[in-house]
């Protein structure tokens, strides 16, 4: 019954839903009064479920007789694709299993995959990492009532608004201004359809760290619209991780844009000792730069470091190694504590619950294993007598502040030089244009202390 009201739920559901998940906890390897016809309805719900886009999710915990969870039993035949898995009892491993179940994966398009003139298969594109967008209505300070934003081109000499066919575009072309409509402009745009076009193969070490243009995205096959897409897709991505290619494509995200060329890192499904899935099955297409994107940079010569100091950060490095890290299991701060602000401003209360920044270093605990380490890295490094350079130091906004401070008790503020002054409106965070002049900064800083 429970499973109906769920189902139930997701179906009369108007709005979109990131993922549709049911999660069974049960030290039960068959319900009780299990016959032949609840088994079969059973049975039968569970796969309408599954053609509806809700997944079923099966969490044991140890069995209630002592024994062995036995999922033959009756789940089998509700979840036939289930991973098996040591049952646990420990709350903090069952928070982790549920915490990886959860599916955060955001879908972000649907798109053809175009491997040859006469094979296409589909794929869904998909964001592995980023923060989800923003979701926030701008409300009337007054009323409360949500209000729409509108922008608008004015022209500067009369502040009259133009209409979208009375704006223009221009170009320097040598010393000449070259203006163009928009309609001239969406005509010299080069427009694709929709989708990824394959255009060949290379070895996986010619993609280097700095070829990578933008965020990637990650993706994995669909049968909703080519039949037979999971087969070919996993087939593909199986050969080219055994020989250690990647490919080369030609993506257009959305209709009528130029897209971009990219690479398919395939990247295989990975599980760890207790079959729980750590990275999933499916490609990385990395965004690759155009000719025009890559730059040459100059770099001044720097001073190497001695072998002296190469050990010492070897040694700093093996005591604070993190034997375990993942990082699916570490919460975003930020979004941690804006939940707790509005929970609070909800809720009224008096106080706002603060919340665990696991990102910070545990600087007592870093301490402890690699002290003495850190210091004789610290003394190889920096020895005594050590002169760091004027453009290391950090800003002194202590002494400008005074300095500004007496000066303008005296009235001899006009004698500070222009560096001190700017440095003090960035030291009180007082904004000042970058060109501003000397004039203007002794005016904003006069204005500022009263």
Known sequence: SSGIHAEYGYTSCVKKLGTRLIMIFTNVSEPRDMNNKTRQLATTKARDMSELGITI???????????????????????PDHEAMSPTNDIEDLSQRVHRRENKVRMTASM????????TIGVQCCNLFGEPPAKHINLCSKTNEPVICESSVVRETDRTTLAPYEVHRSAKFGSQTVIFSQDEVDQMKVRSDKGIYLVGFRPAKDIKTHHVAGKSLFLRPTETVYNGSTSFFVALLTRLHAR????????????????????LVPQPEERDEDNEQVRPLGFHLIHLPFADDIRKLTYEPTNQPS??????????????KAKQFNSSLVENPTVLQFNKTLEAIALEKDKIEETDDNTKPDVERMTKRAGSEMQQLNSAVF??????PADCK???????????????????????????????CKGVRLKVSSTAKKGDLLEAIKKFLG
């Open 57 to 79: 999710s099966i969490i044991t915990l140890p069995a209630a007789d002592g024994g062995d969870f036995n999922m033959e039993k009756f789940y089998s035949a509700l979840v």
């Open 307 to 320: 072998p002296a100091q190469v050990e010492a950060a070897k040694a700093v490095v093996n005591k604070l």
């Open 244 to 263: 250690e290619m990647v490919g080369l494509v030609h993506c257009v995200p959305r209709e009528g844009t130029a897209g971009f060329i990219g690479a």
């Open 112 to 119: 053809p995959f175009v491997v040859g003139p006469e094979l």
């Open 383 to 388: 020895p005594s007598g050590y002169d760091v």
């Open 394 to 424: 950090k800003p002194d906004y202590k002494r400008v502040i005074t300095l500004v401070q007496n000066r303008q008790r005296e009235g001899t503020l006009a004698k500070v030089s222009v560096a001190d002054l700017r440095l003090y």
